[in-house]
Nanobody
């Protein structure tokens, strides 16, 4: 069974940075779209960034210019989060799927085609 594992979360002050990592338990792990989501209890999950296998990236408007999604090799992905704000606080999950026609669709709150989810890593930003 393929597993995704996130790491790199932590507690930082506003304006700080973190580098979140997502690693697949198999290599190579080839999925069309790898995305990061933020979960806050009692709120709707937010798709913050997605990268396609060709390197194309898309971001939620709220994180453009501050978050950068990238990949390293065939089973590791990163989310660099800079200039963090208290509203960025949440559990960050990486996810993988390969049924979307365009990877940006994966960030939609109505998208339901995710094949794999990680266990999450907590990011807490204090003001």
């Amino acid at each position: 069974v393929v597993q995704l594992s996130e790491s790199g979360g932590g507690s930082v002050q506003a304006g700080g940075s973190l580098r979140l990592s997502c690693a697949a338990s198999v290599s190579p792990f080839r999925k069309d779209c790898i995305a990061w989501f933020r979960h806050v209890p009692s709120k709707e999950d937010v798709g913050v960034a997605v990268i396609g296998e060709d390197g194309t990236t898309n971001y939620a408007d709220s994180v453009k210019g501050r978050f950068t999604i990238s990949k390293d090799g065939v089973n590791t992905w990163f989310l660099q989060v800079d200039n963090l704000k208290p509203e960025d606080t949440g559990m960050y999950y990486c996810a993988a799927e390969d049924r979307a026609l365009y990877c940006r669709a994966v960030l939609s709150p109505t998208y339901t085609g995710i094949d794999y989810w990680g266990q999450g890593t907590q990011v807490t930003v204090s003001s």
